[in-house]
């Protein structure tokens, strides 16, 4: 079920006796890596309580649509709009002649008739009513309207009848939700991302950095997470908002890059350095502003750790991947990076090319091939680059695999 990771998913529960296996769903959705939002019909929370599934789903319930509270938090159409997929489990038969009316009346069919995300309907109900023309007509014609419909099983039921209309296992649900999403390329690897510039203090009001706009790390980490990798953002000041689905986490200094990729760094299958990180930092950091005495200003400056070659130094390494940004002997610079820093694949570019700029072009670098990539804007050379990273990492973690 790795292509639930990274997705998002709406549970809608109704009024069933199935909703207490809404629960399981919900948590077997959540440990395979979906971000699940629970909205419950206030039928639902007759059979269970919203408590249980914000205990399980770490996310608030949603059960009204006219509450000022929700709505001052994400309100219904924010979370109309949030979905991968909306998935109704149980389904009743109520709620389906509702849908199919086009109603509006509660929050839960609200959602459905603003939604664009795909819809899964997994219907639960006694037998008589899952058999009568009404139902019938009904889930035609949703399905008509391109709904998903998971189920019903067969069996015995709660009310003591057997037959048809039995909502299916939690697991089965599970595994349907996951079969109509692609599986993504990286889905369910961890990814580490540095980016950006880092600042070295001078003083209170001064700082020694390096030119990065942070564009290509960024598009990277968007991408990987479209890829459904669980991506880390480690990012020095930049001007850009973090990518959707990336945890971001903010950094200063080369040091502090260096600590937060050091506290993600066991957790991760591909550690990939874009950050420009300032080689040298101030060996002394003057408290007060520097007032101007002198024509000329000496400052001595000392050597900041290197994070990649850290990183890949560890006794249980990622896959590390670095950036070099060449001004000049480009491929010859960067072959000599990729080896000294014990890298498993570099990318290297000219340098005065790509600051700032959205078009991009790279040759890549590894212990025994190479190949070059763009140009192209930075989106798509993004693309590029971790189809390549995924080729390489599975040729590293399974040899046999031949890319
Ligand atoms: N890098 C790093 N830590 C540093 C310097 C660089 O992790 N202190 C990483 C960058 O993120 C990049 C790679 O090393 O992935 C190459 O960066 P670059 O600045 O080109 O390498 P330097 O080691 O600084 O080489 P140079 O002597 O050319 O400045």
Known sequence: MNSLANKRILLGITGGIAAYKSAELARLLGKAGADVRVVMTPAA????????????????VHTELLDADAEAGMGHIELARWPDLVL???ASADFLARVAAGQADDLLSTMLLATRAPIALAPAMNQAMWLNVATRDNLQS??????HVFGPAEGEQACGDTGPGRMLEPHQLAEKASALFESGLLAGLRLVITAGPTREAIDPVRYISNHSS???????AAEAAAAGALVT???????????ERVRRVDVVSARQMLDASLAVANDCDIFIGVAAVADYRPANVAEQKIKKHDDTLSLELVRNPDIISTIASLERRPFTVGFAAE????DANGAGKLQRKKLDLLFANHATS????????????????STSLGPGNKALVARQMLALIHARYLHHVEPAVRT
Do not use: C, H
């Open 233 to 243: 953002l480690i990012s020095g000041p930049v001007a850009l908002p973090a990518p």
């Open 214 to 220: 942070g564009k290509m790390g960024y598009a990277l």
């Open 88 to 90: 109704i489990a149980p």
């Open 45 to 60: 929370t007759q059979f269970i309580t919203p408590l249980t599934l914000q205990a399980l789903t770490g996310n608030r």
């Open 327 to 330: 001004t000049e002997d480009v």
């Open 142 to 147: 949703l399905a008509a309207r391109g709904m």
């Open 354 to 369: 790509t600051f700032g700029s959205d078009a991009i072009a790279a040759t890549a670098l590894w212990s025994d091939g």
